[in-house]
């Protein structure tokens, strides 16, 4: 009996060194799908279409515009020739001297008196070209700028990605390998378990060594399934981050995590390639165009106009003779005339009551705040680098010595159960030995884990994160 737990426990034993793969995604796969799917990508990628959209409209302020005018109006008149009015000018008309316009005249009385309104339509075409307008070309720069802001705002975004999708990543990792390490553990348990109930059953062992692995078994079961939780709640994180169908399945590539363990170093920190602090400087640009376009409301604005218009009228009449009326030349359209206009149009602002000057002084204090806004950030982003480096390095030597002492468990434990096969030492202390080296087998993948968590704080402070990927 005790020949095969010797057996048993060789066996499992060395199934301890090789770590077995959760599953196929690999960082790089997730963090691109991420870059290319994830909802703040696709929301930022909106917001640089609309300032592409924005510059263009400017551009567009600042060419030729052309527009088309139509009137169409109905003027009401009540024309109203009193009798004795009518009467007195039909007796002048008999003056001899008058005879040859008289019946012209004499026609046009009752004509005038039966005029009901005016009918008017015209229409034209202007054209205007800005020649001057220092507004005009401050704008045109401050769209440029916003181009470029939200560019950087992309960088920014991408970098914030990669390291909240690397954290998470390497979280649910360290998850997996604690869930792998105790499988293992529960593995060799469950395996010693059935063994010593034979024993005891051929009353080899004690009750309470049978009853003792029972209860450590338990206990690891439910530690088991809290963790599993954990995993499952981690990935479904993931998803949701890189923009996945809550559907999708995702699983961890832990092998690759612990095997292709490479920490990477960060030399000439430049505050000046952080994103965040390159916003804050691109911001600082904008700020400087605001001023400049307070400070524009001084210059003059000159553009050139023409317009091209033409006009036309009639009369309609009212009463008995209404119908015959307007078969005359008064009651039809007149011929179309037109006329051309071109000239210059020169603004120029003499008196504000003050009202421009404290506009460009608001503009010089908002870029005062800005710029203290940059003095501390780049002191927190130095700080945060420098410590996020500290880190880094006391991991990475953590990881050095903890390999060291996961090699010296494993050469324990192997030495301990050849010793258990000669007899010269008891199960207890095979069983402890085991659980020291499951022990520093975790806390090696563990220290690993926390080794590349530091490494994405300081990349991320150094601006760096898209390094992380392999090409």
Do not use: W
């Amino acid at each position: 009996m005790r020949k095969r737990v010797i057996k048993v426990m060789a066996i499992v034993g060395i199934g301890f060194v090789s770590i077995a793969s959760y599953g196929q995604t690999t960082l790089n796969d997730l963090v691109s799908y991420t870059l290319a799917n994830s909802h703040e990508v696709k929301k930022l990628q909106f917001q640089q279409q609309e300032a592409d959209y924005l510059r263009r409209e400017t551009i567009g302020k600042g060419l030729p515009q052309a527009k088309f005018d139509a009137t169409y109006s109905k003027m009401y008149m009540n024309i109203d020739i009193p009798s004795e009015t009518a009467d007195k000018l039909n007796q002048m008309l008999q003056a001899p001297q008058l005879s040859a316009i008289a019946p012209t005249v004499s026609a046009m009385i009752p004509m005038i008196d039966a005029i009901s309104g005016l009918n008017m339509l015209s229409g034209g075409v202007q054209v205007t070209q800005l020649i001057y307008s220092q507004s005009y070309l401050v704008g045109l720069k401050a769209t440029k700028n916003m181009q470029e802001l939200y560019a950087i705002l992309r960088e920014k975004t991408d970098e914030d990605l990669i390291a909240d999708v690397a954290s998470g990543y390497y979280q649910a990792g360290s998850l997996i390998l604690q869930l792998q390490s105790l499988d293992k553990s529960l593995k060799n348990l469950k395996e010693i378990h059935r063994i010593v109930e034979l024993s005891y059953e051929n009353d080899l062992v004690k009750e309470t060594q049978v009853n003792r692995l029972k209860v450590t078994i338990a206990n690891l079961e439910v530690t088991r399934q809290t963790i599993d939780n954990g995993i499952k709640s981690q990935l479904n994180y993931l998803k949701a981050l890189a923009g996945m169908p809550a559907d999708s399945s995702l699983s961890i590539d832990t092998a690759l995590l612990i095997n292709d363990f490479v920490a990477k170093e960060v030399t000439g920190f430049k505050v000046e390639n952080v994103p965040a602090y390159r916003v804050l400087e691109k911001q600082d640009e904008i700020y400087s165009r605001q001023v400049k376009s307070a400070q524009a409301t001084y210059f003059p604005t000159l553009a050139a106009f023409g317009k091209l218009s033409y006009s036309s009228y009639g009369l309609f009449f009212k009463g008995d003779n209404a119908d015959s009326y307007k078969d005359s030349q008064l009651g039809k359209m007149s011929d179309l005339s037109h006329n051309t206009t071109v000239g210059l149009n020169l603004s120029l602002p003499l008196f504000t009551s003050g009202s421009n000057y404290y506009k460009v002084k608001q503009a010089k204090v908002k870029q005062a705040q800005l710029r203290e806004d940059m003095m501390k950030t780049s002191d927190l982003l130095t700080v945060n680098f420098n410590n996020a480096s500290m880190e880094f390095q006391s991991a990475k030597a953590m990881v050095d010595a903890q390999k060291e002492n996961r090699d010296l468990a494993l050469k324990v434990y192997t030495q301990t159960s050849l010793l258990f096969q000669e007899g010269m030492t008891s199960m207890a202390e095979l069983l402890n030995v085991n659980s020291d080296f499951l022990q520093a087998d975790n806390t090696y993948n563990q220290q690993i884990l926390k080794c590349k968590t530091a490494e994405i704080k300081m990349l991320k402070a150094s601006g760096s994160m898209k390094s992380i990927i392999k090409n």
